[in-house]
């Protein structure tokens, strides 16, 4: 199989991944309100889903680059997230839903490592670009799925539309399964029978790949708090109804489809660290505006805004990480990565919710705007490493069949 169309299965299944993050987003409010859930309680359902993330995240990337393998984590990981949202219609309280939600943080997060991992290794001298249109698999699923979500609510309840919606991750992990060759990321290590443990432990020594990490997960944390926090805002205080709820929600993620490849492509070609920069000022003083924005259809402009600018900059983050890292721990730079994103999540929302109880909801979206600002600081620790990315850029491996 050639890389372009490795790159198109693997978007594709990217996708599928994401589809449930998109339908749950509208159905979270009436959710909330039939099994009478406050939202410190959703805080600490994402909580603990955070908890369930950031091990597999961690685990996954060391067993990869371990023990070689992929393919079938990634079929295992989307048949899984369909099992357990599926699941979750059944619930009949919080203590019924707790379990469900948080095993498919476990699941959910199987993917990464191995797909990006790939990616990393099979795009050595386009690493952007090859990011950025897997993350744009993600980002056209959750434009489309809000959208079925927001209208299946109109003739249906939310435990029949988390009950459908299986249909599309079966039939994905049923693609991946058939048309997706067995690949392993072994063949990067260096000469010996694995890979030291001592080596992975490497990367956390590293004071540019530890900034990275903290970017990383205050820019996870501020996305995840929108799609969580933004339905209730404006269900709970502004009373809007299923079909706006997903029409907000899928402009955000479908304003960002085009940049995001753009960005990622522009990142291999000039300072990641500008670019970084730039988004996260803008994106975050976007979030703090939202609130003010909330009562009507001006609401759509700060969304926009968000998602060409704040996003749009996950391939640059992760290419900065896989860039700087060595070559025979892509899986483990990228579960370490997902393992701070889940760190952050697993406070972030339990404190917005808190916050939101005594405060209102409004306080969420200030919270998670203010953290994403607070977190530029750290670019101090990092270099302006676009020409330093393209100086390890190797090309692909001439025994390596897989050409573009």
């Given at each position: 199989m050639n890389?372009?169309r490795?790159l198109?299965l ?11 993050l998109?339908?749950f987003?509208p159905v ?6 039939d099994l009478?859930i406050s939202l410190t309680?959703v805080?600490i359902?994402y909580?603990g889903r955070?908890?369930?993330?950031a091990l597999?995240?961690?685990s996954?990337?060391?067993?990869i680059?371990r ?7 990634l079929?295992?990981?989307l048949?899984?997230?369909?099992v357990f949202y599926?699941?979750m219609?059944?619930a009949s309280g919080l203590i ?6 948080w095993l ?5 997060h ?6 990006m991992?790939?990616?990393?290794e099979r795009?050595?001298d ?7 249109l897997?993350?744009?698999?993600a980002?056209i699923s959750?434009?489309i799925?809000?959208?079925v979500a ?9 435990r029949?539309?988390?009950l459908v919606?299986m249909t599309?991750?079966m039939?994905?992990?049923l693609l991946l399964?058939v048309l997706?060759?067995p690949f392993?990321?072994k063949?990067t290590?260096p000469?010996g029978p694995?890979?030291?443990?001592r080596?992975?432990?490497s ?7 530890g900034?990275?990490?903290l970017?990383a997960?205050?820019?996870?944390v501020?996305h995840?708090g ?8 404006l269900m709970?205080?502004h ?5 706006w709820?997903?029409?907000c929600?899928g402009?955000?993620a479908?304003s960002?489809i085009i940049p995001?490849?753009?960005?990622g492509?522009?990142s291999?070609r ?8 730039f988004?996260?000022?803008v994106?975050g003083?976007?979030?703090v505006?939202i609130p003010?924005?909330a009562?009507?259809s001006?609401i ?13 900059l996950?391939?640059?983050i992760?290419?900065h ?7 025979h721990?892509?899986a483990s ?5 997902f393992t ?5 999540t697993a ?5 917005a ?5 005594y ?7 200030w ?11 750290l ?7 676009s020409?330093?990315s393209?100086?390890r850029?190797?090309?692909v491996?001439e025994g390596?069949?897989m050409?573009?």
């Amino acid at each position: 199989m050639n890389r372009g169309r490795l790159l198109a299965l693997i978007t594709t299944g990217h996708a599928a991944e994401h589809w449930y993050l998109g339908i749950f987003g509208p159905v979270l409010p009436f959710l909330v309100k039939d099994l009478n859930i406050s939202l410190t309680e959703v805080g600490i359902l994402y909580t603990g889903r955070s908890v369930f993330s950031a091990l597999s995240s961690a685990s996954t990337g060391y067993a990869i680059d371990r023990l070689g393998g992929g393919k079938w984590v990634l079929v295992v990981c989307l048949a899984g997230i369909a099992v357990f949202y599926g699941g979750m219609s059944m619930a009949s309280g919080l203590i019924s839903l707790i379990p469900l939600f948080w095993l498919s943080g476990l699941f959910s997060h199987l993917w990464h490592p191995p797909s990006m991992g790939l990616l990393g290794e099979r795009f050595t001298d386009r690493r952007g670009f090859a990011l950025g249109l897997h993350g744009t698999g993600a980002n056209i699923s959750q434009t489309i799925a809000p959208l079925v979500a927001g209208y299946l609510l109109l003739i249906m309840d939310w435990r029949a539309t988390l009950l459908v919606n299986m249909t599309p991750l079966m039939l994905a992990a049923l693609l991946l399964g058939v048309l997706l060759p067995p690949f392993s990321l072994k063949q990067t290590q260096p000469q010996g029978p694995g890979v030291p443990r001592r080596a992975h432990f490497s990367l956390l020594k590293d004071p540019a790949f530890g900034a990275t990490a903290l970017i990383a997960g205050a820019l996870t944390v501020g996305h995840h708090g929108l799609i969580i926090f933004l339905p209730i805002l404006l269900m709970k205080k502004h009373a809007a109804s299923p079909e706006w709820i997903g029409l907000c929600l899928g402009l955000y993620a479908a304003s960002a489809i085009i940049p995001e490849a753009i960005v990622g492509y522009v990142s291999d070609r000039i300072s990641r660290k500008f670019v970084l920069v730039f988004g996260l000022t803008v994106g975050g003083l976007s979030l703090v505006a939202i609130p003010a924005a909330a009562h009507g259809s001006l609401i759509i402009l700060p969304l926009v805004i968000l998602g060409v600018f704040l996003r749009s900059l996950r391939p640059v983050i992760f290419a900065h990480a896989l860039d700087t890292s060595p070559p025979h721990l892509k899986a483990s730079t990228v579960g370490f990565l997902f393992t701070t994103n889940q760190c952050f999540t697993a406070t972030g929302p339990l404190l917005a919710g808190m916050l939101s109880d005594y405060y209102g909801v409004d306080a969420a979206l200030w919270f998670f705007g203010g953290l994403t600002l607070g977190i530029l600081p750290l670019f101090a620790f990092l270099p302006n490493f676009s020409e330093k990315s393209k100086k390890r850029s190797v090309a692909v491996d001439e025994g390596d069949s897989m050409t573009l």
